[in-house]
């Protein structure tokens, strides 16, 4: 993937260690860091993007990758931690194993459009269900209402 652009989104823009590992290596050409970015940007910024990815194995709830769903991009992370909740719903894929896995997961979807473009559909359809505002505030007070009436923590 010689044409390959990487995008770090948040406040790595900051970080002169960063900067200076990226012009060691000779990728000022192929690594973007756009430093924090206004709410507002977001959509914008995720439809521009072929893939979202996070190496994170711990992260607990991922918003940022409910996000990049909701603009249509797919996401890959380990699966392990709170992205699994959302990810095996649909809209990317969960890697096993190690760097390697990973990377050959992330490449895989790189080189294959149609399953990024099918795959970010997928992920659209799960934020609508899920995570939308109705979705959410009808869990919400579905959840209340069992608490309420003392189902909660019978299911």
Sequence with gaps: ???????????????????????????????????????????????????????HRNEGFGIVHIESMASLTPVVAYNSGGLVEILRKGGGALVEGGTREFAEAVAALLRDDGRGHALGLEGRQVVEEHFSIDAMGRNHLRYYQDVLSGKAGRR
């Design 1 to 55: 993937l010689p044409a390959l652009r990487v995008a770090c989104v948040g406040g790595y823009g900051e970080s002169a260690s960063l900067n200076e590992r990226i012009a060691r290596h000779g990728l000022q050409k192929h690594v973007v860091l756009t430093g924090r970015l206004p709410r507002t940007l977001i959509p914008d910024v995720f439809h521009d993007l072929d893939l979202s990815v996070s190496t």
